[in-house]
């Protein structure tokens, strides 16, 4: 089983960027996702969450109206677009998958928010 983030870069305040989440050897819509992000020297955070059954969305008020997350059944992902970033967004950003018996973590990938 792995989970990949990708799409992370450098973007200027005010900039958008699509993060996805990937997974091989498992079905991602079967999972609750959650996207967080930690920053140096911070504790990781959640930015957002989307439930495996029904599809409900959570987001924390510093990200809420900014960052969207949705799933691709057709290709086993789950995208956090993001957009009016800014710096205080630079952070690693990372996705889990998990189900009642199992989570998984995958790689991050970094989102650099400057001029």
């Known amino acids: 089983v792995q989970l990949q983030a990708s799409g992370g870069g450098l973007v200027q305040p005010g900039g958008s960027l699509r993060l996805s989440c990937a997974a091989s050897?498992?079905?991602?819509?079967?999972?609750?996702i959650g996207w967080f992000r930690q920053a140096p020297g911070r504790e990781r955070e959640g930015v957002s969450c989307i439930s495996s059954i029904g599809g409900r969305t959570h987001y924390p008020d510093s990200v809420k109206g900014r960052f969207t997350i949705s799933r691709d059944n057709a290709k086993n992902t789950v995208n956090l677009q993001m957009n009016s970033l800014n710096p205080e967004d630079t952070a690693v950003y990372f996705c889990?998958?998990?189900?009642?018996?199992?989570?998984?973590w995958g790689q991050g990938t970094l989102v650099t928010v400057s001029s």
């Open positions: 889990n998958a998990r189900s009642f018996v199992a989570v998984y």
């Open positions: 050897g498992l079905t991602l819509d079967y999972y609750a």
